[in-house]
């Protein structure tokens, strides 16, 4: 049986991202209900699998250009959705009414991506989660925004634009960048 290089990584460091991971996909099933909760399990759990797998420790220097790309990508798409009214039209799909903005889950939700700004001194540190950070934020812009292209096979109309949709053709290959950095490294 073939069992994942976790030895030299810390237990705390492991238990801790398992923890916020299954808190992060729990605050995204508490404020937006199962489906959305689904999409976030690809970029915390698979970020969490593919951290386990990928036993690489590298410079934030490294990662620093698709980092701060993605990042900035990742504003431009918040602003999008917003203006766009994501959360409403993701509620027409999934019945689930939209968070207040104030509301516990929406503030935890924010709480909870705001970690991903620790990421530069996290891995500056050398400290284990926040390589584990890095894999969650690259999933999630990679691999979970890639949901945008799929909601709108959901509605009662033909395939069309699903507010978000746009800054995602550009987000979701910088994050890509982000994880062939990280594969590519050399320890």
Do not use: C, N
Not at 96 to 122: D, G, H, K, N, R
């Amino acid at each position: 049986m073939f069992l994942p290089p976790v030895f030299p990584r810390k237990s705390v460091t492991i238990i801790s991202a398992v923890l916020f991971s299954v808190i992060a996909i729990y605050l995204g099933y508490a404020a937006l209900g199962i489906i959305p909760a689904f999409i976030f399990t690809f970029g915390y759990a698979g970020g969490f699998l593919i951290w386990l797998f990928v036993e690489k420790e590298v410079s934030f220097k490294r990662i620093a250009a698709p980092y701060f790309v993605t990042l900035s990508l990742f504003v431009v798409h918040k602003i999008e959705e917003r203006k766009m009214d994501f959360f409403p039209a993701l509620s027409e799909l999934t019945g689930v009414p939209v968070p207040e903005a104030t509301s516990w889950q929406a503030l935890s939700l924010y709480t909870i991506a705001f970690a991903w700004l620790l990421i530069p001194l996290l891995i500056y540190k050398r400290f284990l989660f926040g390589y584990y950070l890095a894999w969650t934020f690259f999933a999630s812009m990679g691999i979970t925004e890639l949901a945008h292209f799929v909601f709108p096979f959901f509605r009662d109309e033909s395939y069309g634009y699903f507010p978000g949709m746009w800054s995602v053709i550009l987000l979701a290959p910088a994050a890509w960048w982000g994880m062939y950095k990280l594969i590519t490294a050399q320890k």
